[in-house]
């Protein structure tokens, strides 16, 4: 294994005629008329002398992300937070609805969701990426402790599909956690319908399905 040291004690053995060092790189360039020359310190502040907004050191953060989110104009150095672009993290669960208001006043009324936001998407660039002619959607973000719940009706509606069942391939649900099934349960409206009374599984775990306006399926288990 070479040190700094024992690779220059090697290269002098082996018969080279001059070994550089960091220093003694410096001193050689120089020497040889170079205008300038840059070590790990000078570089950065000739970077930043010519204008650059950032320069980033093996000790800067996230690198990649930074300069693509904050829109720097950017020196890179050869190291940096392995993090890219690409690495996803949850944003939202999204339920879709024939009656956005009936949908919302569910949530909020039956699971004592917070009302979040609002707001309405078209356009051609909208209905390209949903994959829905002429499409356009209203939305309703709700805060389920910190998660997302997205609400959202077309335009227009697609036809409805069966009741979703839980052992149908692509079958998805919400599951939302409190501290007493029974309680809740026994606190649930006449016309909400679920699959069953609560149900404690081999797990240890106590479970609910309930079924929102639209057959949508919602897992109600211990915190």
């Known amino acids: 294994m070479f040190t700094a040291e024992s690779s220059i004690t090697y290269y002098r053995a082996a018969g080279a005629l001059a070994v550089f060092t960091a220093e003694s790189s410096i001193t050689y360039y120089r020497a040889a008329g170079a205008l300038a020359v840059f070590t790990a310190e000078s570089s950065i502040t000739y970077y930043r002398a010519a204008g650059a907004l950032e320069v980033f050191t093996a000790e800067s953060p996230s690198p990649i992300y930074k300069s693509l989110t904050d829109g720097a104009d950017t020196v890179f150095s050869s190291t940096g937070d392995?993090?890219?672009?690409?690495?996803?993290?949850?944003?939202?669960?999204?339920?879709?609805?024939?009656?956005?208001?009936?949908?919302?006043?569910?949530?909020?009324?039956?699971?004592?969701l917070d009302r979040l936001s609002e707001f309405a998407v078209g356009g051609d660039a909208f209905a390209e990426a949903v994959a829905v002619e002429d499409a356009s959607a209203e939305f309703a973000h709700l805060d389920a402790d910190g998660a997302i719940?997205?609400?959202?009706?077309?335009d227009p509606t697609g036809e409805s599909g069966d009741v979703p069942e839980l052992n149908r391939p692509g079958a998805t649900h919400l599951g939302l956690?409190?501290?007493?099934v029974e309680a809740f349960y026994a606190d649930l409206a006449d016309d909400v319908e679920t699959l069953s009374p609560p149900r404690t599984t081999e797990s240890g775990t106590t479970i609910l399905f309930v079924r929102d306006?639209?057959?949508?399926?919602?897992?109600v288990l211990d915190a």
């Open 82 to 112: 392995p993090r890219t672009v690409s690495d996803p993290t949850a944003h939202h669960v999204g339920i879709t609805v024939a009656d956005l208001d009936r949908a919302v006043d569910f949530y909020t009324e039956t699971f004592g």
């Open 149 to 154: 719940v997205e609400l959202v009706a077309y």
């Open 177 to 180: 956690s409190v501290d007493d």
């Open 213 to 219: 306006p639209e057959g949508n399926l919602i897992e």
